[in-house]
């Protein structure tokens, strides 16, 4: 299992930063992804989280409204991208994705999965 988290940046309060994580060397059947965060000084937190099918969703209620995910399937090549609008300085972290050997998805919580990618810096500005 492989995974990799990119897209992050410095952006004005209000605007949009789409992170993207690239999973590779296993099939997301029975597996769903999750989006967590980490800001210095506070404990990771799930931010959002989608099954490999697609078919299930779920969104922390501090993000439910701005973030959305999503999941792109092309054979051996599988994208899963979180589009964050409306962004506020709160939303400052360093953002990871993880893969979770469950094929659905109704939160987040970081204890419960077990491969995960580097994170990529998101800072918002006010």
């Known amino acids: 299992v492989q995974l990799q988290a990119s897209g992050g940046g410095l952006v004005q309060a209000g605007g949009s930063l789409r992170l993207s994580c690239a999973a590779s060397g296993f099939n997301l059947d029975g597996y769903n992804i999750g989006w967590f965060r980490q800001a210095p000084g506070k404990e990771r937190e799930g931010v959002s989280c989608i099954s490999g099918s697609g078919g299930s969703t779920y969104y922390a209620d501090a993000v439910k409204g701005r973030f959305t995910i999503s999941i792109s399937r092309d054979n051996a090549k599988n994208t899963v991208y979180l589009q964050m609008n409306s962004l506020k300085p709160e939303d400052t972290a360093v953002y990871y994705c993880?893969?979770?050997?469950?094929?659905?998805?109704?939160?987040?919580?970081?204890?419960?999965?077990?491969?995960w990618g580097q994170g990529t810096q998101v800072t918002v500005s006010s």
């Open positions: 993880a893969a979770k050997n469950y094929y659905y998805c109704s939160g987040a919580y970081p204890l419960s999965y077990r491969s």
